[in-house]
Nanobody, 124 residues
Framework: QVQLGESGGGLVQAGGSLRLSCAAS????????MGWFRQAPGKEREFVAA????????KYADSVKGRFTISRDNAKNTVYLQMNSLKPEDTAVYYC?????????????????WGQGTQVTVSS
């Protein structure tokens, strides 16, 4: 069992930056690939980024490629999402998720564990 908790969300102006963190409980964090998803009001949850067990490979949605960076620190049981050049359309609740088998999947239903989410609001 893995419990996840996001932090770092907030209100930022367009063009600004935020860094989200997701802390995981348990001693098996390095056994899970991790992903970030987001959900805007009235929209489906969408894939943002994912990272493999050791952090050696990453995957991004086209909408965030070149602006967002996913990373992880297995010693701290934490995965990060650095978000730069933020746009109003990035406004959403951001969720981290853990998956054991389907590493780098962009499908939410493949993921085993989810955090409670953190709100990111980008003003124009």
């Amino acid at each position: 069992q893995v419990q996840l908790g996001e932090s770092g969300g907030g209100l930022v102006q367009a063009g600004g930056s935020l860094r989200l963190s997701c802390a995981a409980s348990g001693r098996t964090f390095s056994s899970y690939c991790m992903g970030w998803f987001r959900q805007a009001p009235g929209k489906e949850r969408e894939f943002v980024a994912a990272i493999t067990y050791s952090g050696g490979t990453t995957k991004y949605a086209d909408s965030v490629k070149g602006r967002f960076t996913i990373s992880r620190d297995n010693a701290k049981n934490t995965v990060y999402l650095q978000m730069n050049s933020l746009k109003p359309e990035d406004t959403a609740v951001y969720y981290c998720a853990a998956v054991n088998r389907y590493c780098l999947s962009s499908e939410p239903n493949r993921y085993d564990y989810w955090g409670q989410g953190t709100q990111v609001t980008v003003s124009s």
